[in-house]
């Protein structure tokens, strides 16, 4: 078969790409077979060398897809990788490779198993909520002498749930745990510093010191709660997180059949940031390739460095490198040591920091030019620094570079509130990259509180509280008098009670009466809301009805304080699903609590759209690169010379935090500049305590003749009480209304949002406000999912099920749903009504080569604003694809369905008939760009599963054609057009005007 024009096109970029490689690259990618090491320091281009090295497995072998397994430590790594993948080999073939997370590809091992997985079959992963509670509980039951405080029984609870994790991630089962402590306990007593040297007042020379046995009888009451904890893990219905590895692991060593099939489907294995692995996730990996016939040249590649091995913390043991090279001696080692991101005076600066340290290897810049050289700064006190250095900035931004090309970086997250304030200050433009915990922000801390007052509003403390807060329009001055007048009484009712008493608000002089009254009866209804409505219900009407949503909409950096507001509706949303029906406002006012009381974090990712100069940990920043990049407060006790208590001494061989894990972080942070590195520390803390520099400064300076030491004090009290200034536009901001279109993908239902109506694209779309489901949309997700789950079955049989197969996959997933006994019911009812009839008339037309669910991304289209041309990303999720079989010309031949609940067609007004056939079009869009010259789409289906009133489920048959798809070509272009110049704030306008919208929203 001839290849098509695309397979052409993809051949042409793969050599081009080849092509542009350095020969230890082109080696590395043309070693397919045997066990492989890349040593691939910053800027060497390995997600490049993974990819290309796929395509080229592809090329040169006969495996298919599907039998090359990708792992990388990162969700990010996985979509680096992926997308890259897309551009050698197009996205059908992209879509059959294997990568995943090591998490990931242990929980597809368990799913797809789930005979070989009884113990994990219905059960779900416990979130930290509730492995926080039951690590609690197990606290509290057990008799412990080691782990419990004077002042507390839950004091240790954050330090077991981490050790746990630790020992979790290393494979270990309690009774493994147990005999390590075994062995510690006698390493303990055979080491001579365990015991006195010298008789003294109340102890023996020879005598066993006091605390030498402490670390290991605390460890033995950590096997006790870790033993109990998993216990009512499985009582409860969970499993942790790090189990996944664990049990395929076990699986893998201990039964041979299941290793084989492993074996047998995976013939290559790519591990990118193996300096990470964990010693669990190398026994695997070892595992994976000790077959017999292999003869110790398994087809495993690795990349990854020594020296960027900063996520140690999370169980990775001393070398993993050298660990492979003894499972696998006859490994071969190749070393990327041009780098293609920093200067070279960048690199020598780092290469003088990690001189005479392991894995030590000197990087080549291939950028060429006269960059200027690394630049240490030392202020007077740390205030002085961060003006300094936003000062600079600023003047930087003023000189033409681009916000997104400078990043600040910081040690640890509680750095990060003064930078924010002088760039508030200064007038510097700045976005948090990296995950930011909710729980921290002030707005969303309010409204907790908001909460917690409608669950108890007769609580003085709780009231008064939320009266203060400015979004519920209660008067200030009003709010005091209440207050005064309150505290004179003798408070025989609560404040409460005394809003609500008619004698006391006729008595008083106030200037609005009518928000008291307002704000009481708001609480009330409230209240009964709290008490009654599911808990998505509740969030979202209080959030709207408060003033919290106008509140923050209208903030100055609306577009972050929307997401993390979405956030936390996100995992309102979760925990309302995962909890079950029974879960309402007050069980999730006592999660929140046991998330601050532990630090538990609800994590909200960056908006990489936004425009500003990135703010990020050194942790955060790993995998990103930029021109410029300011290290801030390099300072002993902060990189480096730190005094870390540990709260376990745990038996095991995993990293302990130290100068040199210290020394890595800073060299990664360093590598993450192109063109200029600034490095600022001061002479004295906020506290006025004089600070010494940072060792690492320290060898860069003697080390590094190129780096240039200045000494700036610039004034930093101007800036400590200047006006904080909107740095950052709002929603209606074109650039971040440009950047939010073309960084999201595009959908049918996207587009057709914006047809129909650019505010609601925009509220929905663009600013995406959170939105508690209607009952009809939780209605059609469960139809969803019952005929996803029917077909899969169909699809394994080879024939339709019986009827009654449908009607127990949609009580399955109505089950998962946090709905009401009675909503259920009815749902039930109507669901089993409706999918009796549509399958009546339709199983003998079900096809068992079929696909469900089918996710298509990564086709690519091109719109521009009349100067530059744009990349948008179509994508869609097709309810059923029938594949009929092969043409003449060698296509596969297919049939889409696409279901809908609700009314018929015939009751359909033409606007809503308009919406789904441009849905059948992009559908056709979408296979004819993902899958060119190998499907060919037949015919589109809309099944209204719903029968109409004479009991009929009505079918309506569209067959898009060339001018159809020009058409859409066409609405495309103009929606892209339209807002990529700047046009869709004056189109919000018009519209607001005309349906009397509140513009401010």
């Known amino acids: 078969m001839k290849p098509s024009a695309e397979e052409k096109r993809l051949a042409r970029v793969f050599a081009q790409s080849y092509e542009s490689l350095n020969s230890a690259q082109k080696e590395a990618v043309d070693t397919i077979e045997g066990p492989v090491a890349v040593i691939a320091g910053p800027g060497t281009g390995k997600t490049q060398i993974l990819a290309l090295?796929?395509?080229?497995?592809?090329?040169?072998?006969?495996?298919?897809?599907?039998?090359?397994?990708?792992?990388?430590?990162?969700?990010?790594?996985?979509?680096?990788?992926?997308?890259?993948?897309?551009?050698?080999?197009?996205?059908?073939?992209?879509?059959?490779?294997?990568?995943?997370?090591?998490?990931?590809?242990?929980?597809?091992?368990?799913?797809?198993?789930?005979?070989?997985?009884?113990?994990?079959?219905?059960?779900?992963?416990?979130?930290?909520?509730?492995?926080?509670?039951?690590?609690?509980?197990?606290?509290?039951?057990?008799?412990?002498?080691y782990l419990k405080t004077a002042a507390s029984d839950c004091h240790y609870v954050p330090a077991v749930r981490r050790a746990i994790d630790i020992i979790k991630r290393e494979g270990l089962s309690p009774e493994d745990f147990r005999k390590l402590i075994d062995r510690q306990e006698k390493e303990v007593l055979a080491d001579e510093n365990s015991y006195y040297k010298r008789s003294v007042a109340g102890r023996k020379k020879g005598q066993l010191k006091k605390d030498a046995l402490k670390k290991v009888r605390k460890n033995r009451e950590l096997a006790q709660v870790y033993e109990l904890y998993n216990r009512r893990l499985a009582e409860s219905g969970h499993y942790d997180f790090s189990d996944m590895i664990g049990a395929v692991l076990s699986r893998a060593e201990n039964n041979p059949d299941f290793l084989s099939d492993l074996r047998e489907r995976y013939a290559y294995v790519l591990v990118d940031e193996h300096q990470d692995t964990t010693d669990a996730q190398i026994r695997l990996l070892i595992a994976l390739g000790s077959a017999e016939h292999l003869q110790g040249k398994p087809n495993i590649f690795l990349v990854g460095d020594r020296r960027q091995a900063i996520f140690r913390f999370a169980g990775a043991g001393e070398d993993n490198f050298a660990r492979f090279a003894r499972a696998f001696p006859e490994v071969k080692e190749i070393v990327l040591d041009r780098n293609y991101r920093s200067s070279q005076k960048i690199l020598d600066a780092a290469a003088a920091l990690m001189t005479g340290t392991e894995g030590e290897v000197s990087l080549r810049a291939a950028r060429r030019g006269d960059f200027p050289a690394v630049k240490t700064v030392v202020y007077e006190t740390y205030q002085d620094e961060l003006a300094g250095t936003i000062s600079?900035?600023?003047?930087?931004?003023?000189?033409?570079?681009?916000?997104?090309?400078?990043?600040?970086?910081?040690?640890?997250?509680?750095?990060?509130?003064?930078?924010?304030?002088?760039?508030?200050?200064?007038?510097?433009?700045?976005?948090?990259?990296?995950?930011?915990?909710?729980?921290?922000?002030?707005?969303?801390?309010?409204?907790?509180?908001?909460?917690?007052?409608?669950?108890?509003?007769?609580?003085?403390?709780?009231?008064?509280e939320v009266m203060l807060f400015d979004f519920l329009g209660l008067d200030s001055l009003d709010v005091a008098a209440v207050f005064q007048r309150y505290s004179c009484r003798a408070r025989r009712l609560s404040l409460l009670e005394t809003l609500s008493d008619k004698d006391f608000l006729r008595r008083g002089k106030w200037r609005s009466l009518a928000s008291i009254k307002t704000f009481t009866e708001n609480l009330a209804r409230w209240k009964s809301l709290a008490d009654n409505a599911p808990l998505m219900e509740f969030f979202e009407t209080l959030v709207r009805e408060s003033g919290f949503l106008a509140r923050i909409l209208a903030d100055r950096r609306s577009v972050e304080k929307m997401a993390k507001l979405t956030g936390v509706f996100r995992q309102v949303r979760r925990l309302a699903l995962t909890r079950g029906p029974e879960y309402g406002a007050g069980r999730f006012a006592a999660d929140l609590e046991t998330m601050r009381r532990y630090g538990l974090a609800i994590d909200i990712p960056w908006d990489r759209s936004v425009r500003g100069i990135r703010l990020m940990t050194a942790h955060a920043a790993k995998g990103l690169e930029f021109d410029e990049v300011y290290i801030t407060n390099a300072v002993s006790g902060v990189w480096g010379g730190k005094r870390k208590r540990e709260d376990f001494d745990l038996p095991l061989q995993v990293v302990k935090g130290d100068d040199e894990d210290e020394r890595r972080l800073f060299f990664v942070a360093m590598t993450r500049a192109r063109k200029f590195l600034h490095i600022g520390r001061a002479e004295r803390d906020e506290a006025g305590k004089e600070k010494s520099q940072s060792i690492f400064l320290a060898q860069i300076a003697d080390s590094c003749p190129e780096c240039e030491k200045s000494t700036e004090t610039p004034l930093s009290s101007p800036a400590i009480f200047a006006p904080r200034e909107n740095t950052l536009g709002g929603f209606l901001d074109n650039d971040h209304i440009r950047a939010t279109f073309l960084k999201s993908k595009l959908s049918a239902s996207t587009l057709n949002n914006y047809l129909a109506s650019p505010l609601l694209y925009f509220f929905r779309n663009l600013v995406k406000l959170p939105q508690a489901p209607s009952r009809n949309l939780i209605f059609g997700q469960l139809i969803h999912k019952a005929l996803e789950r029917y077909f899969i079955l169909l699809r394994k049989e080879g024939a339709p099920p019986p009827v009654e197969k449908l009607e127990e996959f949609f009580a399955a997933a109505a089950a998962e749903e946090p709905l009401e006994r009675r909503e259920r019911e009815q749902m039930l009812k109507r669901g089993r009504e409706a999918l009796l009839i549509y399958h009546r008339q339709n199983a003998d037309d079900f096809f068992p080569r079929v696909e469900t669910e089918k996710w298509i991304d990564g086709v690519k289209f091109s719109v521009s604003d009349g100067r530059e041309n744009f990349e948008l990303e179509l994508c869609g999720t097709i309810d059923r694809l029938d594949l009929l079989g092969r043409n003449t010309f060698g296509a596969e031949t297919v049939r889409l369905t696409d279901y809908k609940s609700g009314r018929s067609w015939r009751k359909l007004s033409r606007l809503e008939k308009d919406k789904?056939?441009?849905?059948?079009?992009?559908?056709?869009?979408?296979?004819?760009?993902?899958?060119?010259?190998?499907?060919?789409?037949?015919?589109?289906?809309?099944?209204?599963?719903?029968?109409?009133?004479?009991?009929?489920?009505?079918?309506?048959?569209?067959?898009?054609?060339?001018?159809?798809?020009?058409?859409?070509?066409?609405?495309?272009?103009?929606?892209?057009?339209?807002?990529?110049?700047?046009?869709?704030?004056?189109?919000?306008?018009?519209?607001?005007?005309?349906?009397?919208?509140?513009?401010?929203?």
């Open 916 to 1001: 789904l056939r441009r849905q059948m079009v992009f559908y056709k869009l979408l296979i004819d760009e993902a899958f060119e010259g190998r499907w060919e789409l037949c015919e589109t289906r809309l099944d209204f599963i719903e029968p109409d009133e004479k009991g009929v489920c009505h079918r309506e048959i569209i067959r898009p054609n060339e001018k159809d798809l020009s058409a859409l070509k066409e609405e495309i272009s103009l929606m892209a057009e339209t807002i990529l110049t700047g046009r869709l704030p004056e189109l919000l306008e018009k519209e607001a005007e005309k349906a009397k919208y509140d513009r401010n929203l």
């Open 392 to 464: 600079t900035i600023k003047e930087r931004l003023a000189a033409g570079v681009p916000p997104e090309e400078i990043a600040v970086l910081y040690r640890e997250n509680k750095h990060l509130p003064a930078i924010v304030d002088f760039c508030e200050r200064l007038g510097v433009p700045y976005v948090v990259a990296g995950t930011q915990n909710a729980l921290t922000d002030p707005d969303l801390r309010k409204l907790f509180a908001l909460i917690r007052a409608c669950l108890d509003p007769m609580n003085n403390t709780f009231l008064s």
């Open 53 to 145: 090295r796929i395509a080229n497995i592809l090329r040169r072998s006969d495996v298919g897809p599907e039998n090359i397994l990708a792992l990388t430590f990162t969700r990010a790594g996985v979509k680096a990788m992926r997308q890259r993948l897309v551009s050698f080999i197009g996205p059908a073939a992209a879509y059959r490779v294997g990568i995943y997370t090591f998490h990931g590809f242990c929980e597809e091992q368990i799913k797809s198993d789930p005979e070989e997985f009884a113990d994990f079959s219905d059960k779900q992963v416990a979130d930290e909520i509730t492995a926080s509670a039951l690590i609690e509980e197990a606290l509290k039951e057990l008799e412990l002498e």
